[in-house]
Structure formats: C-alpha cells, structure tokens
C-alpha cells in the first residue's frame, strides 16, 4: 500500500463566489501560516491515478473519505509508513461525519483551545500519523514534520 501525506499547493478551478470565497480563504491560510500550503490529507494510491483522501475539510464539511486525483501542480506528496493509511482508515471510522473545527485551526496558529468533537485537516492528519499535541500542527508544520521524520527514518536504515 502507498500512503502519502498530499499537500494542497493549488488554486480552486472554475469561478463564482464559491470558488472566490475558496480561494480567500487558502490565501488567509497560506499568509498565516507562511507556508505555500492550504489543506492537507492522508492519501492512499489506486489505481488510474486516482487516491482515497482521508481528511477533515471545510469544503466538504468535515471528516470525510473523496476518492480524486492528486496532480502535481497542484499537490506535493510525502511518502508515509504503510501503517499509516491503516491508522488513517481506523481513525475515519471513528470520526467519520465529524464537523470542521474552525476555531480549532486558528487554535493551531493562535494558541486556542480545540474542539474535542470536530477536527481541522492537519489535526486529523496529524493524529492519524501518531504525533503529540496533533492540533497544534498547521499543514506547513506538518510537512515539516514528515520530512523530518522520512529523514530520520532513512539515517536508521543506513545504521542498520
């Protein structure tokens, strides 16, 4: 199994307001956070090019599971342990339908409490990966976090 953390990099297609209001709001995020990234996933490869994304999003309402491509113009991905997308499938089905923590994404900028029934993209994320304090971590921090942890686990291979 092929299990990435996806990193959303683009910009909405299409236009009216919905895709306008979308937009503002990956712009608010990406100039927050610093970060060329708006929205994260845990994302298992099929076949023709196509993924299951495990995530919380605003978009869609919450926790949620969209099958979809991830192209490279808009998605960056980092390989994660296939252990990974085992978690992210037992974690969706305990919080599948949970709404999106709004208050709990800025918390991970602004240090506010979170919501213990709703998630934000990168806290699901992060929890289903196994990192401590997962709604501290914004999608940037995340990536971050994962190649950090690609690189550390590369060094221990060359160890062994």
């Known amino acids: 199994m092929q299990v990435y953390l996806a990193m959303y990099k683009g910009r ?16 608010v995020i990406r100039t927050i956070t610093r970060s060329p990234y708006s929205h994260c996933e845990i994302a298992i490869r099929h076949s023709g090019g196509l993924f299951d994304c495990y995530s919380s999003s605003a978009r869609d309402g919450g926790v949620r599971l969209k099958t979809m491509p991830l192209p490279s113009g808009k998605w960056d991905l980092v390989e994660l342990p296939a252990k990974a997308g085992l978690s992210a499938k037992q974690l969706f089905h305990r919080t599948h339908g949970a709404g999106y923590d709004y208050p709990g994404a800025l918390g991970a900028v602004f240090r506010l409490p979170q919501s213990r029934r709703r998630w934000f993209c990168s806290e699901w994320c992060a929890y ?4 401590t304090n997962p709604h501290r971590y914004t999608p940037q921090t995340l990536y971050a976090a994962a190649l950090t942890k690609n690189r550390l686990s590369e060094k221990m291979e060359g160890i062994k």
Do not use: L, T
């Open 12 to 27: 909405k297609d299409g236009g009216g307001i919905k895709v306008w209001a979308a937009r503002f709001v990956d712009w």
């Open 128 to 131: 289903a990966i196994g990192c």
